[in-house]
């Protein structure tokens, strides 16, 4: 397969060199797209300087901070129109392993249409974060998993592999969430559209060097989404029931 890995980036000049570095060692044969928003600490530079070393690596400078969900549509947009095979969702900040990545690709490679990095299948596990954080991230998923009917154990994860055909199939760029959100309705894009998804445990790393990007205002937007898409989805199926009969 053709792959690329696209890598959303802000403000993550202290991670950028190290993630790329062990990327690069996992996948040797993919290619990887920084997507930077104008980071003001100069992390385009610095993955540029890495990619003159390292090969293969490409970076794309958008001019303001946009969004996750912008940045991988822009990603995924690139990826498509220069006929990649699977595109893969990882984060910049060292709490996704690269190790993971010929795993989450293998999963694609043998016909799943979407291979998520899971904390919360057997296996999975997130070693350092308090019962507090555990527990709003365990639930969200579940109210999520509940309300949407998708299946999946760990819907928010942004650790994940598509393979490009099904991200064609769902029109992922006319998704709407701007946040964290993305990862829930592209996932149950792919799963009202029949598609094969696969979980594959991971630990997951709380970053050691600079902040969190996740907010109370991130999280309320994921449970808002959630909750229209449910009530939505629910009505257009009454609709069209009634209508059929």
């Not at 893969?88 to 490679?109: F, G, K, M, T, Y």
Request: charged share 25%; proline share 4%; hydrophobic share 40%.
């Amino acid at each position: 397969m053709r792959v690329l890995c696209c890598v959303p980036t802000y403000i993550e000049a202290e991670n950028i060199v190290e993630f790329l570095e062990r990327a690069r060692a996992a996948v040797p044969e993919a290619d990887l797209l920084v997507i930077d928003d104008n980071s003001p600490d100069g992390t385009a530079e610095i993955a540029e300087e890495a990619a003159a070393r390292l090969g293969r690596i490409e970076v794309l400078r958008r001019p303001a901070k946009a969004g996750l969900g912008s940045a991988y549509r822009a990603g995924f947009t690139v990826g498509i129109e220069r006929g990649y095979d699977a595109l893969v969702q990882i984060d910049a900040d060292l709490s996704h392993d690269p190790a993971a990545l010929p795993v989450l690709l293998s999963r694609v490679e043998a016909g799943a249409d979407l291979a998520i990095g899971s904390r919360y299948v057997p296996g999975g596990s997130i070693p350092h974060w308090p019962w507090y954080r555990r527990a709003l991230s365990r639930y969200g998923n579940l109210y999520a998993g509940f309300v949407l009917g998708t299946g999946v154990h760990d819907a928010t994860s942004g650790y994940r592999a598509y393979r490009a055909d099904t991200l064609k199939a769902v029109d992922f760029a006319s998704t709407r969430s701007m946040g964290y959100g993305f990862q829930i309705e592209l996932a149950y894009r792919v799963s009202r559209w029949g598609g094969r998804i696969e979980e594959v445990p991971i630990t997951f790393t709380d970053r050691v060097r600079g902040n969190s990007k996740m907010t109370w205002g991130i999280f309320a937007e994921e449970l808002l989404l959630v909750t229209w898409w449910g009530i939505r989805d629910r009505f257009r199926s009454w609709r069209s029931r009634r209508a059929a009969g």
